[in-house]
């Protein structure tokens, strides 16, 4: 269980280590095929290397974060056939994750952790980056291609807020990509457990919906890992454990109608 607001203020920061990407992760000399199997990847001692089913070398690079070379390579994997994500740890409340072309130019990257891409692959939704050794409590926000778009108002630091939201992972993106499902335990004012519907359009508010306290407390028991996020249409969600093996109070099913 998450600790309670007046008591995290009274503690030192303790540094959080995030969940990691979503993707088809490799170790170190394993080979990743792309999604048409004509390509494969993999990283050794920091570089990554891409191949042709036949072992011939296309290519081979240092992957960059924003301070240059990095060889903490924590997650590889395909996007499409002819772009891999590669994601860093920085520090202990902050990954990088890098879009590349198969020959190392980056395209794209973002901050944070948590990352979970749409269906499409044309966006990814994760916790925004958060300044570590800043004061505590860390109020978290979720961003969609470098968009903030809940809350709104973004990150907050320190004893003077209000509100303090932080997210279970992991999140949902609905079957057509239009709404971004999620849990957010709110600390202070307004507290509890809420999933969260945040429409990938702007124009159309973020939807809250109260979890009971049973509900809320058997999600308790299965933080750090997280819970299971399933969509069915755009109607409901059902709320479960990552392994599907049945808990106290869970499955929950949640009509978002």
Request: contains cysteine; glycine residues 6%; positive net charge.
């Amino acid at each position: 269980m998450r600790l309670p607001l007046l008591l995290a203020l009274a503690l030192p920061l303790i540094p959080v280590l995030p969940m990691f990407a979503q993707g088809a992760a490799i170790v170190n000399d394993q080979y990743i095929f792309s999604p048409d199997k004509k390509l494969k990847a993999s990283y050794s001692k920091g570089k990554v290397c891409v191949r042709d089913p036949q072992n011939k070398r296309i290519s081979e690079f240092t992957p960059k974060d924003s301070a240059g070379p990095n060889s903490g390579i924590t997650d590889l994997y395909w996007i499409d056939n002819n772009r891999l994500a590669i994601q860093f740890h920085m520090n202990p409340s902050m990954e990088y994750l890098s879009l590349t072309d198969i020959h190392g130019k980056e395209l794209h990257n973002y901050l944070g952790y948590n990352f979970s891409w749409s269906h499409n692959r044309k966006a990814v939704a994760h916790v925004g980056q958060m300044i570590h050794f800043t004061e505590w409590p860390h109020s978290e926000y979720i961003q969609v291609n470098n968009d903030t778009i809940y809350p709104l108002s973004g990150p907050a630091y320190g004893k003077g807020i209000k509100t303090v939201h932080s997210f279970v992972p992991t999140f949902a993106w609905s079957e057509d990509d239009s709404n971004l499902a999620l849990i957010d335990e709110v600390e202070g004012q307004g507290a509890g457990k809420y999933l969260v519907i945040v429409p990938i359009n702007r124009h159309k508010p973020a939807r809250q919906i109260k979890i009971l306290p049973k509900q809320s407390a058997a999600i308790d028991t299965l933080y750090p890992n997280g819970v299971k996020l399933t969509w069915h249409g755009n109607t409901a969600l059902t709320v479960s454990t990552t392994d599907g093996a049945k808990c106290k109070d869970l499955p929950l099913t949640i009509s978002v109608k």
